[in-house]
């Protein structure tokens, strides 16, 4: 048997976790002094993973920046004592190709249906696969064979192949955050076979939406002549399942920040500010996928529409700064910063914006107490792999139950039925729907909300983690069992 004595399908995975992202979730300075200062991030997935029963991890990732050889030794040290993370070193040109070039300026668009876009060359695809090496060479230094390997997102889509190369039994998962796009678009990509290959080497391929699995099974038969199933697909007689799991959040977070005093006075001081008006939030990473301008234009349209919310209504959008060195990211803050000044101009009046811009990121308190005091949440990507800004809004709406309007073209439309739907490409129809979630009865807004509010309480990061785990488990030890058996 290749599968260890501890393994069995029907525990709990109870032993080591090697969790890859492209970066570490820590943020890392050398100040004047020469001292190393480290700080753990809250994201999602350190969420979920905090959650995870009875496993120990190992984080493996690119650390942001360059790393001097002579401090490398010091680093890898701090990080790995203070954070269980240990860093994939990469100069500062193949961190920018694979990031900047190849993940994000031709991976990213494609996949949110923008293959317009796309600028592809060889030398970023060289860099994509030597960055993938290059992760690859330090989980295969530290790994175990008892150990369960789990690659996350776009990035690292060659990882699961690199490793098995060298280790045919390794037990790896591989999620994908952001949409797997219909195999019609996939198909644009020049490099899709050696893409979709890398992924097949995983043990388990989760997605978040029926549809993002569909589209990918779809595309291992049209571009690789594969067979697949509605839940996996065959690779060389080995059935690889590919399935689906939904992330959430972490509600316990939202709930505590609400009961702290500093949070509690920020809201307080909301409510004094923008008395007598009607709140909507916007919180977006500064993203053409999120569509902003569609956001904006509605809200013109709105006013234009129903002039009688003027001097009543304010949009606060928090614009968070991302991949500011991609020149489309550029231009989109210029366009953005363009339209706010037009509706503000038009629509304001001394003293008085319709639009609050905020181009920076907020803490979690000011975020509570903005999701909090909100009477609802805009939220118009135009693709979003997820978007957890609508749970995280839900987490926070206990006592006003605002409404929150959902892009359909989210991955969170699938799974949060109580929001108001809308087409962010119909500006009409958002304008409407704006108006009409404002005027909505209590009954019906407390009605959608305890729908909204017991689906993320359930649907947890940690019970995504759990889930993917326990499936990648169960998987690996299948597959262990299946290459045991004398044909
Ligand atoms: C998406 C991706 C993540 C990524 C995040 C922020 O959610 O799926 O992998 O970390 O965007 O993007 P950034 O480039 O700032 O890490």
Not at 160 to 173: F, H, L, S, T
Request: aromatic share 10%; hydrophobic share 40%; glycine share 6%.
């Amino acid at each position: 048997l290749h599968a260890s004595g501890s393994l069995s399908p029907d525990s709990n995975f109870e032993g080591r976790l090697i969790v890859i992202s492209n970066r570490l979730p820590v943020s890392l300075k050398k100040e004047e002094n020469g001292q190393w200062t480290s700080k753990m991030s809250s994201g999602g997935l350190v969420a979920a993973l905090s959650g995870l029963k009875s496993t120990s991890f190992l984080w493996v990732g690119w650390i942001g920046t360059e790393i001097d050889p002579e401090d490398r030794e010091y680093v890898k040290k701090l990080l790995m004592e203070k954070h269980n993370c240990i860093p994939v070193f990469l100069s500062e040109k193949l961190a920018n190709d694979h990031y900047n070039g190849f993940s994000n300026g031709v991976l990213w668009p494609l996949f949110h249906y923008l293959p317009g876009d796309l600028d592809y060359d060889d030398r970023l695809w060289d860099s994509y696969v030597e960055a993938n090496q290059e992760f690859a060479n330090v989980v295969l230094s530290i790994m175990g064979s008892d150990d369960l390997i789990w690659v996350h997102d776009y990035h690292l889509m060659l990882l699961p192949e690199y490793i098995k190369k060298k280790q045919v039994d390794a037990r790896i998962g591989f999620f994908l955050h952001i949409p797997f796009p219909s195999s019609e678009i996939f198909r644009v990509l020049p490099c899709r076979k050696e893409i979709l290959m890398g992924v097949l080497n995983s043990n388990l391929i989760g997605f978040h939406t029926y549809d993002y699995a569909r589209h990918f099974l779809k595309a291992c038969t049209r571009i690789l002549g594969l067979e697949t199933a509605p839940n996996g697909v065959y690779v060389n007689d080995k059935f690889i399942p590919v399935g689906v799991f939904p992330v959430g959040i972490d509600p316990d977070k939202f709930f505590d920040l609400l009961k702290q005093d500093q949070v509690q006075n920020r809201i307080a001081a909301l409510k004094k500010s923008f008395e007598g008006m009607k709140v909507i939030i916007g919180i977006d990473r500064l993203d053409y996928i999120k569509g902003l301008p569609q956001k904006l234009q509605a809200m013109e349209r709105l006013f234009q529409k129903y002039p009688e919310w003027k001097g009543k209504i304010v949009l606060i959008q928090v614009a968070v700064p991302s991949r500011q060195d991609v020149e489309e990211y550029q231009r989109l803050k210029k366009d953005v910063e363009e339209l706010v000044g037009r509706i503000n101009g038009l629509y304001g009046s001394l003293g008085e914006s319709p639009i609050h811009y905020l181009f920076q990121s907020v803490d979690s308190v000011e975020l509570t107490a903005l999701y909090n005091i909100s009477d609802a949440c805009l939220i118009t990507s135009i693709r979003d792999g997820m978007n957890l800004v609508a749970q995280e809004f839900i987490s926070c709406q206990s006592e006003k139950k605002g409404v929150l309007i959902l892009s359909e073209f989210t991955g969170a439309a699938q799974s949060l039925s109580g929001a108001v739907m809308i087409n962010p490409w119909n500006t009409e129809d958002v304008a409407d729907s704006i108006n009409s979630a404002l005027l909505m009865s209590e009954e019906e807004r407390e009605e959608k909300h305890n729908m909204l509010f017991n689906f993320i309480i359930k649907h947890t990061a940690a019970h995504w983690g759990n889930g993917f785990v326990r499936e990648l488990y169960k998987a690996s030890y299948q597959a262990a069992q299946i290459t045991s058996v004398p044909k």
